[in-house]
């Protein structure tokens, strides 16, 4: 036969122990997640409502990129001045909206603040704050450039608006959508416990195969897991996915292998698909919680420099 399989022995001291795996699955846990007292009772997403979110996203997105394109178009035209009538208004206003910003953060740490509203209400303020109040603060530079100081918080402005942007695409990937909860890690690794045990040990998986699964396994479930190591799983997964499929073309369009080892290995290779899959999405969870918690590093101090730029802006505008 072309795939030559060796069954792991469960005496082997290089096999991956049931026993030490339900051990490890009951110890170690994964990134930083949402702990629940039961996971199974969640309702089902209601498709109606997800479609009908991703079609206002999608409107306000496109409302907003029409009107930075029409301000940028008619940038030479001078409608606004950032010094009097409704430019110096629309400053006000963006200026306001983005210190407003700061109202998600207390929400979450300060404990007065605990008791107005759930807290995706103030996600979603966050975040809609966080992408008109640039708008604003665009026209009310007219999209030109001006002195040092005022050049200085809007690129500051911009960088902030941007870290936001990327960091709502992170926040995506690790929750069931923008303001659902967090997916739990232990669910993702409990799914691939479930189905590990079908396609360990077919005519795919080989010892030296279940070896490195297992490995890849440890490796996510660490807690100081770092950003480089998850890169690692994930790719780890992805090349074994991809000898194994090679392997798997190769052997059927040799013409050697009779039909009932053509159902055999397609069977196999059916199982290995959908449990490297989960395998993968375990790493992919790791690596962009990983990412999150670097991003939430970068973007709070670029929020504050935002801050600082602006009142030395508003100050400098005021005094001279």
Not at 25 to 30: I, L, N, P, Q
Not at 101 to 114: E, N
Not at 125 to 148: Q, R, T, Y
């Given at each position: 036969?072309?795939?030559?399989?060796?069954?792991?022995?469960?005496?082997?001291?290089?096999?991956?122990?049931?026993?030490?795996?339900?051990?490890?699955?009951?110890?170690?846990?994964?990134?930083?997640?949402?702990?629940?007292?039961?996971?199974?009772?969640?309702?089902?997403?209601?498709?109606?409502?997800?479609?009908?979110?991703?079609?206002?996203?999608?409107?306000?997105?496109?409302?907003?990129?029409?009107?930075?394109?029409?301000?940028?178009?008619?940038?030479?035209?001078?409608?606004?001045?950032?010094?009097?009538?409704?430019?110096?208004?629309?400053?006000?206003?963006?200026?306001?909206?983005?210190?407003?910003?700061?109202?998600?953060?207390?929400?979450?740490h300060w404990t007065p603040m605990r008791q107005f509203l759930p807290i995706r209400y103030w996600f979603?303020?966050?975040?809609?704050?966080?992408?008109?109040?640039?708008?604003?603060?665009?026209?009310?530079?007219?999209?030109?450039?001006?002195?040092?100081?005022?050049?200085?918080?809007?690129?500051?402005?911009?960088?902030?608006?941007?870290?936001?942007?990327?960091?709502?695409?992170?926040?995506?990937?690790?929750?069931?959508?923008?303001?659902?909860?967090?997916?739990?890690?232990?669910?993702?690794?409990?799914?691939?416990?479930?189905?590990?045990?079908?396609?360990?040990?077919?005519?795919?998986?080989?010892?030296?195969?279940?070896?490195?699964?297992?490995?890849?396994?440890?490796?996510?479930?660490?807690?100081?897991?770092?950003?480089?190591?998850?890169?690692?799983?994930?790719?780890?997964?992805?090349?074994?996915?991809?000898?194994?499929?090679?392997?798997?073309?190769?052997a059927l369009h040799s013409g050697s292998l009779q039909p009932d080892q053509v159902r055999v290995l397609?069977?196999?290779?059916?199982?290995?698909?959908?449990?490297?899959?989960?395998?993968?999405?375990?790493?992919?969870?790791?690596?962009?919680?990983?990412?999150?918690?670097?991003?939430?590093?970068?973007?709070?101090?670029?929020?504050?420099?935002?801050?600082v730029a602006a009142v030395v802006h508003v100050v400098v505008v005021h005094m001279y």
């Amino acid at each position: 036969m072309i795939f030559e399989h060796t069954p792991v022995r469960a005496d082997s001291p290089r096999a991956p122990s049931s026993r030490a795996a339900s051990q490890a699955s009951d110890v170690k846990t994964s990134r930083p997640r949402r702990v629940t007292g039961k996971t199974a009772s969640r309702p089902k997403p209601n498709p109606f409502s997800r479609l009908s979110s991703y079609a206002g996203s999608l409107s306000f997105s496109v409302s907003i990129g029409v009107l930075l394109a029409w301000g940028w178009w008619q940038r030479d035209e001078y409608w606004f001045s950032a010094g009097d009538g409704w430019g110096y208004a629309f400053g006000i206003i963006g200026a306001s909206l983005m210190a407003l910003l700061l109202l998600y953060p207390a929400r979450k740490h300060w404990t007065p603040m605990r008791q107005f509203l759930p807290i995706r209400y103030w996600f979603q303020l966050h975040m809609l704050f966080g992408i008109i109040g640039p708008v604003f603060i665009l026209f009310h530079s007219n999209f030109h450039l001006g002195s040092l100081n005022s050049n200085i918080a809007l690129f500051s402005m911009l960088t902030v608006a941007a870290s936001g942007i990327v960091g709502r695409y992170v926040y995506r990937q690790i929750h069931r959508g923008l303001y659902g909860a967090q997916i739990e890690f232990s669910d993702l690794r409990t799914a691939y416990e479930d189905i590990r045990k079908q396609f360990v040990g077919n005519a795919l998986v080989d010892e030296k195969t279940a070896i490195r699964l297992q490995k890849i396994d440890m490796t996510l479930i660490d807690r100081s897991l770092s950003l480089r190591r998850s890169l690692w799983a994930r790719h780890a997964v992805r090349a074994m996915r991809t000898k194994v499929a090679h392997r798997l073309s190769r052997a059927l369009h040799s013409g050697s292998l009779q039909p009932d080892q053509v159902r055999v290995l397609k069977a196999s290779y059916a199982g290995w698909r959908e449990g490297t899959a989960r395998l993968e999405g375990m790493a992919r969870y790791a690596v962009f919680a990983r990412l999150l918690s670097l991003w939430h590093v970068m973007h709070l101090p670029l929020f504050f420099m935002m801050l600082v730029a602006a009142v030395v802006h508003v100050v400098v505008v005021h005094m001279y």
